[in-house]
């Protein structure tokens, strides 16, 4: 009954050992897979008919394809494009690991820190690497938002920068506490199910209001896992936007 | 005090923090609705706007969860 029992890793296949930490194929790394799998069907597979009037899963795949494609020109211009696959992998990885991981019995990849940590510095870094080879020294106008008075500068300057820095730090904490959470919350409600049905029939009947509150959060967490993959990729987009034109 | 009590009783201060997302995400959804009913026509076009906020918001509600969690299970 314990809520945390489900983020459990179990290894499948042990590689070795590099210092005190195992090499091998766990449940995380398999439901990875899974997702890359599901995600390269879905865009490849259903795709390569080029249908002129799409089917349903064809249709998935073009409206997925022109929802991020319309997010990244409005935040980050068409400049930004180039950053569309970068952008787009994440958006469709988060969300299938997320609504994969909500499947009873399985396991949410991102509601591991690690994960989330992982892709939250690859933007990072990508935003900070883009920046200095396109502008050079002139990527550092980002920390000095212009119009400001030089005795004011001394104050932004420093937040602009704490900001700047803390950015990895609140966009990998966002999709992780929010699964997390989901998911504990989840196993709460349905933990009351199963301690009222031990009071026998009386306990039965008071379990229905835990139960739907299970359902109703069931569907509050596909909202969730939905939103949250949506928010990481805008987010990445701004990001990107910062590094594409840094001038305010 | 017994730490095992400090750590639920740290839990549940951890949990006021809720509070504050409650009121920005009501602020959010309200002030969206006052503008939609002012002009409804507009309304469509900002609610890729409405659900980001919404999302960014509830997130800070979050931590102050995950915190009581971490109190709770995990330290």
């Known amino acids: ?248 | 005090m017994d730490p095992a009590a400090a750590k639920l009783i740290g839990a549940g201060i951890a949990c006021i923090g809720m509070g504050g997302a409650g009121v920005g995400v009501g602020t959010i959804f309200g002030r969206y609705l006052e503008a939609a009913i002012r002009n409804p026509s507009a309304a469509q076009g900002q609610f890729g706007n409405l659900i980001f906020g919404f999302a960014v918001t509830e997130a800070l509600g979050i931590f102050s969860l995950l915190i009581a969690l971490l109190l709770l299970f995990a330290l």
């Open chain 1, 1 to 248: 009954m314990d809520p945390i029992h489900q983020f459990e890793i179990t290894s499948y296949l042990v590689f070795g050992h590099i210092g005190g930490a195992e090499i091998a194929f766990n449940k995380s790394a398999l439901y990875m897979l899974i997702s890359v799998a599901i995600i390269a069907w879905l865009m490849i597979g259903t795709t390569s008919a080029r249908a002129l009037v799409p089917g349903r899963l064809q249709g998935v795949a073009e409206m997925s394809y022109e929802f991020m494609a319309s997010a990244l020109q409005s935040t980050a211009g068409p400049e930004g494009m180039r950053f569309f696959p970068l952008v787009f992998s994440l958006f469709m990885f988060i969300a299938t690991v997320n609504i994969i991981g909500l499947i009873p019995y399985t396991f949410a990849v991102t509601a591991q820190i690690i994960i989330t940590v992982s892709l939250a510095m690859l933007v990072f870094l990508t935003v900070i690497v883009y920046g200095f080879w396109k502008h050079g020294l002139h990527f550092l106008k980002l920390f000095v938002p212009s119009g400001i008075p030089p005795l004011v500068l001394i104050l932004v300057v420093p937040i602009e920068v704490l900001s700047f820095l803390s950015r990895p730090i609140s966009h990998s904490v966002r999709l992780f506490a929010n699964i997390l959470a989901g998911h504990i919350t989840l196993k709460v409600f349905a933990g009351f199910v199963t301690m009222l049905s031990a009071f026998g029939f009386l306990g039965w009947i008071g379990a229905i209001i835990p139960f739907g509150m299970t359902v109703a959060l069931t569907a509050l967490e596909l909202l969730v896992a939905f939103l949250q993959a949506y928010v990481f990729a805008i987010l990445t987009c701004i990001y990107l936007n910062d590094a594409i034109h840094p001038g305010h």
